[in-house]
């Protein structure tokens, strides 16, 4: 059911509660909430819950419903990522009663009875099921998009290859031998593994680093290598799953693993002659390979600039792999920029451009406004990348951005 126009303007009259106490309304909300309901424990990333990222990311999307609560269209983006995360982890309806209750629960205990009245709560109980609602209608098209899959599904390890310094690919074949479906270059799967710390599963998604086949998957993916290891209210490394993978997988241990979703992708059996730019920092590279990948199976004849950052030759995951594609299509641009080089990186034979580079210097000057972009790598890497070529003039829906972690509204400053 719609909300009113009144429930709409009391909305409105609360944005600035949420702007200035947001964030403590979802960590209130989060401890109430994993507190009574330990289940949904192994649903929200614990990481990102003793980091403050998961509290921050819901009061950038609470802000950024209500300041849109006349203008849904404007969060539709961002909502349809939230979905095929969310049906990539089988969310189900009656989860989000729960959230629901305890959402509301949190700003009765924050507001107070002064605040909280009677018309607030009804005007924010609409407004949720009004998101919710549509949320859960669309995860359900999801679902019935191929009701041969729909749960958890094993998969064995059947390889586990080194391809650079802290990073590995891991083949996945199912354990019911069921011809996988298709997927385009550039989605993801989850995984859910087993975190001893925790006693319960931990869900990830890695982008799948190969073009498709139907007979396995495979997926790359980088060791956390960064001072946070045992930090924290459970004791967590930042990287906890992607570390349990390098450190404890071994070939035969059998992975729950999803359906292949996002919105982040190349449509390669499109037949078109646009140019593509695939730009890549670090682990972001990984979909880039599978794009690429797809790209040479289907002898396309795109122009294609390839411009990846590492930190040098021990680092750089695939170098191999994209040269030789990029030989088989003849019509592929590499740039290669090196952060810290090391003494026997070659300029011109292992990279192009050496150490902290500016976004102009990385897009470079030949990257035409028509062209389809797509932009992988830590969050600020690509909101800088995306804002150097809009200056150019290259549309803002012209550009794909993917965006993992939690998901894929704003956070809040501050």
């Known amino acids: 059911m719609a909300l009113t126009a009144d429930q709409i303007s009391i909305i409105k009259q609360t944005t600035p509660i949420l702007e200035d106490h947001g964030i403590a309304l979802c960590q209130l909300f989060y401890k109430n909430l994993l507190s009574d309901n330990n289940a949904l424990n192994a649903v929200f990333s614990q990481t990102n819950q003793q980091s403050g990222a998961q509290p921050r990311a819901l009061a950038g999307s609470l802000l950024a419903y209500a300041q849109n609560i006349d203008n849904l269209s404007a969060l539709g983006p961002a ?96 354990q019911d031998g069921k011809e996988l479906p298709d997927y385009h270059p550039g989605q993801f799967i989850s995984v859910n593994v087993e975190v001893p710390q925790l006693g319960y599963k931990q869900t990830r998604q890695f982008s799948l680093s190969d073009r498709p086949y139907p007979d396995h998957y495979r997926v790359s993916v980088k060791k956390d290598q960064s001072s946070n290891q045992g930090q924290g209210c459970v004791g967590l490394p930042d990287g906890v799953v992607s570390n349990i993978i390098h450190d404890h997988t071994r070939i035969g241990d059998i992975i729950e693993v999803s359906k292949p979703r996002g919105v982040f992708f190349v449509d390669v059996k499109q037949e078109t002659d646009r140019p593509l730019a695939l730009i890549s920092a670090g682990s972001g590279v990984t979909p880039m390979v599978a794009i690429l990948e797809s790209l040479a199976a289907k002898r396309s004849r795109r122009r294609v600039k390839w411009i990846h950052v590492t930190r040098n030759s021990k680092a750089h995951a695939f170098k191999d792999r994209v040269r030789e594609l990029a030989s088989q299509l003849g019509a592929v641009e590499i740039r290669t920029i090196y952060s810290r080089p090391l003494p026997e990186d070659e300029q011109g034979e292992n990279y192009n451009i050496s150490g902290r580079v500016s976004s102009s210097e990385l897009v470079g000057e030949d990257i035409p406004t028509h062209a389809e972009c797509c932009i992988c790598g830590p969050s600020k890497f690509m909101d800088d990348v995306s804002a150097e070529l809009q200056n150019r003039g290259v549309p803002e829906q012209a550009i794909k951005m993917e965006l993992f972690g939690t998901g894929g509204l704003p956070e809040p400053r501050g």
Request: net charge negative.
């Open 79 to 174: 909502v349809e990522r939230i979905c095929q995360k969310h049906a990539s982890m089988y969310i189900q309806p009656e989860q989000y009663a729960t959230v629901g209750e305890y959402l509301l629960a949190a700003m009765a205990q924050l507001l107070g009875r002064a605040a909280f009245t009677d018309d607030v709560k009804n005007a924010w109980t609409a407004a949720y099921w009004q998101i919710a609602n549509l949320m859960i209608t669309r995860e359900k098209q999801l679902y019935e998009s191929d009701p041969t899959w729909n749960g958890w599904r094993d998969f064995a390890v059947a390889e586990k290859v080194v391809e650079a310094e802290g990073m590995l690919s891991l083949t996945l074949r199912p």
